[in-house]
């Protein structure tokens, strides 16, 4: 007892902090693609901040409930309703047996996140519950699948919510990133360069469209580690940002590293939206994430 799936929406899968420690061994991290999303929506509920948590994208599922517990919702905005009745993102929400939680497709923002309190009940496998397609851990969350989930310790705070600004990076476009260890190797550079994500998108990563980047040098990569983030240039020079579920190693001259605070951003646009990037130095990255990271601190506050 606990979930009951009614619609899968387009792509609704189980996901957490991923799956850390074995990309030595060609597995992939994966995890949520906003995991700060995640992270504030856990948190809300007073679950671990990596705890699994459905992830919905560009069109949410719809649920009923078979056991009272709290919820929380946090990320794009995709209408929420419970039994009709509108509720926001970012607070807790009490639901009872019997209750339908209905999402819309996604108004501003790509993917959204809901947290039960306690937590999705489903197996790990190398440590971690999230989902990943490509090798048949997990599945697709579809009509008839019913979830379960843990007992809840403590009861969450109703009367708290995230402010909207929170979530105003849905209409950001500007991605901030470092220099790659090969930049020295093209002939221009991604700084103030406008692209489209290209159609061909997806959790593994974006394709970009826009200004070709050329090498100058006559070498090539045979393989090497990728992270989150890692912006590769193919030979046909339009860049490819790696994302959640990205392979280990690649042998693709990388450009530059998306910096970690604005991932987030970077999980929320979706095929046809347009990004702009901007190159920041190794201490300015490293400044605006202990300042995000602020955030979630002070949330601790909200726990209980």
Excluded at 232 to 259: C, F, H, S, W
Aim: hydrophobic share 35%; with cysteine.
């Amino acid at each position: 007892m606990g979930v009951r799936i009614i619609k899968g929406g387009l792509l609704s899968t189980i996901q957490d902090g991923g799956r850390h420690g074995y990309q030595a061994y060609g597995f992939v991290v994966g995890g949520a693609m906003d995991s700060w999303a995640m992270k504030l929506a856990n948190r809300i509920v007073n679950n671990d901040l990596n705890a699994a948590v459905i992830e919905m994208t560009m069109i949410g599922a719809t649920f009923e409930f078979d056991e009272n517990t709290y919820i929380s919702i946090c990320g794009a905005d995709m209408s929420p309703t419970i039994n009709d009745i509108p509720v926001r993102n970012g607070k807790a929400i009490f639901v009872k047996i019997g209750d339908v939680l209905s999402f819309k497709q996604a108004r501003e923002g790509c993917r959204t996140y809901l947290a039960v309190s306690g937590g999705f009940n489903v197996a790990e496998v190398l440590h971690s519950k999230s989902t990943y397609l490509n090798a048949n851990i997990g599945k697709r969350l579809e009509s008839g699948d019913v979830l379960s989930i843990y007992q809840a310790s403590n009861i969450p705070n109703l009367k708290q919510r995230l402010s909207p600004s929170v979530f105003t990076y849905m209409n950001q476009t500007t991605i901030r990133y470092v220099e790659g260890r090969h930049a020295h190797w093209f002939s221009s550079e991604l700084e103030g360069e406008t692209y489209k994500i290209n159609i061909q998108s997806n959790r593994m990563g974006y394709r970009l469209n826009g200004p070709i980047l050329r090498t100058t040098v006559d070498d090539q990569v045979i393989t090497e580690g990728t992270t989150f983030g890692t912006i590769q240039v193919p030979p046909n020079g339009q860049p490819i940002i790696l994302m959640a579920d990205r392979q280990p190693t690649g042998g693709y001259p990388k450009i530059g590293e998306v910096i970690t605070a604005d991932l987030r951003i970077l999980a929320q646009r979706k095929p046809g939206d347009e990004i702009e990037f901007k190159k920041v130095t190794l201490q300015e990255a490293q400044k605006i994430y202990r300042e995000q990271a602020k955030t979630i601190q002070i949330l601790e506050k909200m726990k209980g």
